[in-house]
């Protein structure tokens, strides 16, 4: 994607063009089912037989999207980013493959084999689907540009702004609540707790820092179903916090780091990749992770850098 630009109030997202590290997490428009909290051994997978269609091979070898269908209580119908430990699984696959194949869920991680090409298909003849909404005209925020005062709403139902955060470190990632892929949403909730209990241990740690995990599903994602999802990860109310807040203002904070979520159609659809930033005790960006291959601590060691900054 190149440079991102200022935008005009009213900005079309096209779907089909979100490719390159997005995820698709996408829900039926009509009888939307609420994704279940499965508990799962981090060593014992489950295992799931699913059909779907190739849409993309990336570059990487590893890794295929697939259009799948409904895994009953499991997961609503899809599209994602979904990997191969065997690389040779995907060697005779085309975009436009009809494929059936098993996924395997841990608490930790999701691949997929044993992947068998029942057809074809012509992908091309798919139809674009776009959306539209209000958005507020932002430009890229890069290490060492002021954090932008953004008002949010926690889990407890309390107004807050980044603002008040000044003089603490502050660890921001995305999520929402209904993202059922371990390796995605859940990660950025797990690798908080880590580092939350990380900094908390530490011989000398800073008192100064914060994490807030922001949610871009607000529809659904109100404080009581943050509150629920937050102790499922047994979060410090001292240290972590979990908000909402206007479609207006996360589209704003969103786009400032470079992460999409469009929406498709009338249903929850998020074709979203993956952002975690740190911003240091004076608000200024310090650090920002893309995607989810990034080290707890890594994370740590940022954030207690952060917490030290003084007035420049």
């Known amino acids: 994607m190149g440079p991102v630009t200022m935008r005009t109030v009213l900005t079309a997202l096209t779907v089909a063009s979100m490719v390159g590290g997005l995820v698709s997490c996408a829900e039926k428009s009509s009888g939307e089912k609420p994704v279940p909290e499965t508990r799962v051994s981090q060593t014992t997978p489950q295992i799931f037989s699913v059909k779907g269609a190739v849409k993309e091979l990336k570059p990487d070898g590893k890794t295929v999207v697939i259009k799948h269908e409904e895994i009953p209580n499991y997961m609503p119908a899809m599209t994602m980013p979904l990997e191969v430990k065997n690389t040779n699984e995907l060697a005779r696959l085309q975009p436009g493959d009809q494929i059936e194949f098993r996924m395997l869920v841990t608490e930790k991680e999701a691949w997929i084999d044993r992947i068998n090409r029942l057809g074809s298909t012509n992908l091309a003849a798919t139809p674009t689907?776009?959306?539209?909404?209000?958005?507020?005209?932002?430009?890229?925020?890069?290490?060492?540009?002021?954090?932008?005062?953004?008002?949010?709403?926690?889990?407890?139902?309390?107004?807050?702004?980044?603002?008040?955060?000044?003089?603490?470190?502050?660890?921001?990632?995305?999520?929402?609540?209904?993202?059922?892929?371990?390796?995605?949403?859940?990660?950025?909730?797990?690798?908080?707790?880590?580092?939350?209990?990380?900094?908390?241990?530490?011989?000398?740690?800073?008192?100064?820092?914060?994490?807030?995990?922001?949610?871009?599903?607000?529809?659904?994602?109100?404080?009581?179903?943050?509150?629920?999802?937050?102790?499922?990860?047994?979060?410090?109310?001292?240290?972590?916090?979990?908000?909402?807040?206007?479609?207006?203002?996360?589209?704003?904070?969103?786009?400032?780091?470079?992460?999409?979520?469009?929406?498709?159609?009338?249903?929850?659809?998020?074709?979203?990749?993956?952002?975690?930033?740190?911003?240091?005790?004076?608000?200024?960006?310090?650090?920002?992770?893309?995607?989810?291959?990034?080290?707890?601590?890594?994370?740590?060691?940022?954030?207690?850098?952060?917490?030290?900054?003084?007035?420049?």
């Open 129 to 312: 689907r776009e959306t539209f909404r209000r958005v507020r005209m932002v430009d890229p925020l890069n290490v060492g540009d002021a954090m932008p005062d953004y008002p949010f709403t926690n889990e407890l139902g309390q107004a807050i702004h980044l603002g008040q955060f000044k003089g603490q470190s502050l660890g921001l990632t995305f999520i929402y609540t209904r993202c059922p892929l371990p390796t995605f949403c859940p990660r950025m909730s797990s690798n908080f707790a880590d580092a939350c209990r990380k900094l908390s241990m530490l011989p000398d740690a800073p008192k100064n820092w914060r994490l807030l995990s922001i949610s871009f599903d607000p529809e659904h994602d109100t404080p009581p179903m943050l509150k629920g999802y937050a102790k499922r990860y047994d979060y410090d109310t001292n240290h972590w916090s979990f908000a909402t807040g206007a479609l207006i203002d996360i589209d704003a904070i969103t786009e400032q780091f470079g992460l999409m979520f469009p929406r498709e159609g009338a249903g929850v659809t998020f074709n979203h990749n993956l952002r975690t930033v740190v911003v240091d005790a004076q608000g200024r960006v310090q650090k920002v992770f893309i995607g989810n291959e990034w080290k707890v601590e890594d994370f740590v060691e940022e954030m207690v850098k952060a917490a030290a900054v003084k007035d420049r």
